[in-house]
């Protein structure tokens, strides 16, 4: 397992220190996140054999516009959902009666406490913050976007990087990665110190990941992928 190891004084924990043993590294940090405790005071320990990374496939079906309505639900904007006789689908639309003081984009806005409540709680995950700090109070600043968003997927995106030899980065290839699986490359020592330094679970995504091999990866000529323009793939 995976030791979290918190201590100090404030908040719903005790002075001293509290270790407790989770399956990932993400578990842990999202029981300390869920504990209010700043993650500043977090020490996440490596005990079993090997740290791992893992791929998860986020599947959301929820929208919130404006601080104001939430779309919450299976849905699809498509016939299969919407028809009526096909898959059995549900969704809940939320829009407070009364709005609240609120900011939008650097400027004074009405907003749903509601909606406001989910939104902040939501980015409050995302990035490794608690729910109460200021800078989630404007959600489509510039501020917001490169001083919270980028700035944390950029940290995320190295640490990763440095301390799993297989993450998919924009510059590598087919080559760099056979090279790295015949050097036998692993983890590298003092990859569970590293990942210390996390916050949330932002990262970029690797939008050119594997370019450079896009004729080696291209669909073969007798294939009905072949018609598909080839940017499609990229």
């Known amino acids: 397992g995976i030791n979290a190891e918190y201590g100090g004084g404030g908040g719903a924990l005790p002075t001293g220190s509290v270790t407790a043993t989770v399956t990932s590294v993400s578990s842990a940090q999202l029981m300390v996140q869920e504990?209010?405790?700043?993650?500043?005071?977090?020490?996440?320990i490596r005990e079993a054999d090997q740290v791992v990374t893992e791929q998860v496939y986020i599947h959301t079906k929820m929208m919130i516009v404006d601080d104001r309505i939430v779309i919450i639900g299976s849905a699809n904007i498509n016939?299969?959902?919407m028809n009526g006789d096909r898959d059995s689908?549900?969704?809940?639309?939320?829009?407070?009666?009364?709005?609240?003081?609120?900011?939008?984009?650097?400027?004074?806005?009405?907003?749903?406490?509601?909606?406001?409540?989910?939104?902040?709680?939501?980015?409050?995950?995302?990035?490794?913050?608690?729910?109460?700090?200021?800078?989630?109070?404007?959600?489509?600043?510039?501020?917001?976007y490169r001083q919270l968003f980028k700035s944390t997927a950029d940290k995320n995106t190295e640490i990763y990087t440095s301390a799993f030899t297989y993450m998919p980065e924009n510059t590598l290839t087919i080559a760099d990665l056979q090279k790295r699986k015949e050097n036998g490359e692993k983890l590298k020592p003092e990859c569970a110190h590293m990942l210390r330094g996390l916050r949330g679970y932002l990262v970029n995504f690797p939008l050119n990941f594997l370019q450079a091999d896009h004729e080696l990866l291209s669909p073969a000529v007798t294939s009905v992928e072949y018609l598909v323009p080839k940017h499609v793939f990229l």
């Open 35 to 44: 504990s209010g405790v700043d993650s500043g005071q977090v020490s996440i």
């Open 79 to 81: 016939d299969r959902s």
């Open 89 to 144: 689908e549900i969704a809940a639309f939320v829009e407070n009666e009364t709005l609240v003081d609120g900011v939008m984009n650097g400027a004074p806005y009405k907003v749903g406490p509601f909606a406001l409540s989910l939104r902040r709680r939501l980015f409050a995950h995302y990035l490794g913050l608690q729910q109460t700090d200021p800078r989630l109070d404007d959600p489509i600043s510039d501020k917001t």
